[in-house]
């Protein structure tokens, strides 16, 4: 390759790993970040990398990283746009200065154009030769191409990156993957006719922001659709990890987990899906498609949008605008598990507090000879939640006795809280899992063409309505939890909310 010219040929299947197999790689590793100028690589792909490096994740003497972009800037340039980004680890403080500068040293840039051929060219060739310097056996390189670019830019720019070497070449792919089903799909379509499905990784760039791992897409498309902001969960994939194994590990949770006993849950997949065959991401994802298929068509009697008073006051928005700032949805699953149990989803802008969880709200309990014992007020339902930011805690909510002399009720908690339990473990940040994820070549945590393609279904229908001005947005106060015909949606559905309980961290 080293002549400057991109050749095509046909690859060994690439294998796919269960977490539990894998089995580290030789072979040099290069990863490529195109788009290195700009703001996401800057503040997330560059810090990740560099908490990978300084964690021992990626070796200096097996991984060169080259930025590529637009920007006519030399490799001190971008070295020195960095820096500032690149934080300290955990335990780490002493030798941060040191760290830094080794792993910029890993770190060249080439200035080239998306859509022509010179710049790629140069690109292979600063590629190839670092290649050749480690001696590198055929049939062992590692290329992972980083498109930290605009959707409209990806297919040329996979045909530019096209190549191979008879080892592997992976693509991580942003968000948004396109706007309704028709684009996705045009998206989809124009990039797996260059590479195969599992070279392709997707993912979204407020991957914390998806709402327990996608959940699944939901909330993810959820913000997408509805240009609704949320959170950044930086211990998002450590969080959906634990789900999986709390549900299908802990022998409590196998009997309860079902209509019988809960009365809604707040969020999807993962909390749905059936256990998989086994822990390969194939088998997880399988299950995860499998629900977003069981999604029956979203009710509009089930949806409340909202637009924030002040939102239009903005100069870049028209005075006109019918995009939500706010939306809670009740989706429901069409199967033996989960048949009249609602799934409410709700995400929004300038609200009363920035957290994000998921709730499992159980059913009452069948004659409850307790629920008149504070004022002859009910005391509310068990709810098991996980709480994703701030504060990330996992905890059941139960009805207790209250200390005492007299016979009085009150709700309390069994509580998990992940920075008091696990003080001393360094959880990672979003980003760190998904790039070693992908040069372990382990798409669990991705998603799949036709789970992509589920969610699209569920929600473009919808999105076209909106786009049409057949649904409006109601109006809420910024620091409200939201237009109030959202909480009587949930109420309708079945949610009982707790009044007077509140959960409150423990301290350190």
Known sequence: MGSGQWSIEQRAPIKSESVSEF????????????GASGDLAKKKTFPALFHLYRQGFIQSQDVHIFGYARTKISDDDLRERIRGYLTPCKGCEQTHEEDVTQFLQLIKYVAGAYDTEEGFQLLDKAISEYELSKNTTEGSSRRLFYLALPPSVYPPVCKMIKTDLGGWTRIVVEKPFGKDLASAEELSSQIGELFDEPQIYRIDHYLGKELVQNLV??????????????????????????????????????????????????????????????????????????????????????VVLGQYDGYTDDPTVPDNSNTPTFATMVLRIHNERWEGVPFIIKAGKALNSRKAEIRVQFKDVPGDIYKCMLSGKKQGRNEFVIRLQPSEAMYMKLTVKQPGLEMKTVQSELDLSYGQRYQGTIIPEAYERLILDTIRGDQQHFVRRDEL????????????????????????????????????????????????????PPTL
């Open 23 to 34: 089995v580290p790689e030789t072979g040099c590793l290069s990863v490529i970040v195109l």
């Open 453 to 504: 393609k589920a969610a699209w279904e569920i929600f473009t229908p919808l999105l076209h309505r909106i786009d049409r001005g057949e649904m409006k947005p109601l109006p809420y106060k910024p620091g409200s939890r939201g237009p109030e015909e959202a909480d009587k949606l949930a109420e309708n559905v079945g949610y009982v909310q707790t009044h007077g309980y509140i959960w409150i």
């Open 217 to 302: 897409t939901t909330l993810k498309l959820l913000k997408l659709i509805f240009r609704v902001s949320s959170n950044k969960f930086s211990l998002i994939y450590f969080l959906i990890n634990a789900q999986m194994v709390l549900r299908f590990a802990n022998r409590l949770f196998l009997p309860l987990w079902n209509r019988d006993n809960i009365s809604n849950i707040q969020v999807l997949c993962l909390v749905a899906m059936e256990k998989p065959v086994s822990l390969k991401p194939e088998h997880v994802r399988d299950e995860k498609v499998k629900v977003l298929q069981s999604v029956l068509p979203i009710e509009d009697s089930e």
